[in-house]
């Protein structure tokens, strides 16, 4: 993996726990590893992505081992190449990377995310990866250097995936099914109105669909806890008042019905 200077693209070099360009832009190691490859002159917020409530509930749920199902899917959509680079975009808290690299030895995985909580999380963890902030419109790694761009629930840039990705690389996006999480919107809203987007639209004029899945099952809540770390790190959470919080808890179906899509892309030759 080669990282460049966010500010002037030029390659980073590493020394004395700090990466410097040739031109002196440095950027320090953080204490958890990770590398702060956001410079404040291109956040457009204090503390753009999701917040640190967001990130541990997040990181609450998913390792009550719900989404193994997904885990499993993305894995077999994996080209398992040998010495192959896989970044996951908008990582989060480095759950799904923490899955891939235990089940498929082969591959380095990098993740990035411009949440640093998500970062700082990720990096405290998953030890053995690299991580970095940075946004998807802007990935400070150099040209053609992805075999795979995995990317779950998070925003997309088509341009900066086609000048990572290797000429026979792949991508791979989750993004929600019709009927994801089905019982919560129903709670909240007075017409459901199922998920309806593809990534194809954004993907289009540069790559072409290899596969298509759509993986449905259901999960079974068993705690209030559990509950409450679903709801809180779904949107909905932060679209109702804390009386409706409240009272979704109180009626929420413990049944959840799970809807994704996955979809494997390659680069139109
Ligand atoms: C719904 S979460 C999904 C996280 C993770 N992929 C998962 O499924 O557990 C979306 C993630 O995208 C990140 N994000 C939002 N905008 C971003 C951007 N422009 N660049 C990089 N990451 C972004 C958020 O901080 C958040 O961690
Ligand atoms: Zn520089």
Not at 34 to 59: C, F, H, T
């Amino acid at each position: 993996m080669q990282l460049i200077c966010p500010i002037c693209k030029s390659p980073l070099t590493l020394s004395n726990k700090m990466y410097k360009c040739e031109h002196n832009h440095s950027y320090d190691i953080a204490k958890e590893g990770y590398v702060n490859l956001l410079p404040v002159q291109k956040k457009n917020s204090k503390n753009p992505g999701d917040s640190k409530e967001m990130i541990i509930a997040r990181r609450s749920f998913l390792e009550n081992g719900h989404y193994i199902p997904l885990i499993d899917k993305i894995i077999e959509c994996i080209d398992p190449k040998e010495n192959s680079l896989l970044l996951d975009a908008g990582c989060g808290e480095g759950y799904y990377g923490g899955q891939i690299a235990d089940k498929i030895k082969s591959t380095t995985i990098i993740g990035f995310d411009i949440s640093k909580e998500a970062i700082k999380k990720a990096a405290k963890k998953y030890k053995d990866q690299s991580f970095f902030i940075a946004g998807v419109n802007e990935i400070p790694l150099t040209d053609a250097s992805i075999d795979t761009y995995l990317t779950i629930f998070a925003p997309l840039e088509a341009g900066e995936i086609n000048r990572l990705l290797t000429a026979d690389g792949q991508v791979i996006i989750v993004s929600a099914g019709p009927n994801h999480m089905r019982e919560i919107a129903e709670e909240i809203y007075e017409t459901f109105i199922p998920h309806d987007y593809n990534p194809i639209h954004k993907l289009k004029d540069d790559f072409k669909e290899i596969s298509y899945h759509n993986l449905t099952f259901q999960i079974d809540l068993t705690t209030r806890d559990d509950m409450y770390a679903l709801l809180m790190m779904t949107p909905y959470y932060w679209s109702v008042s804390k009386d409706n919080r409240d009272e979704i808890l109180s009626t929420f179906s413990k049944t959840i019905s799970c809807d994704f899509i996955i979809q494997v892309f390659q680069k139109l030759k």
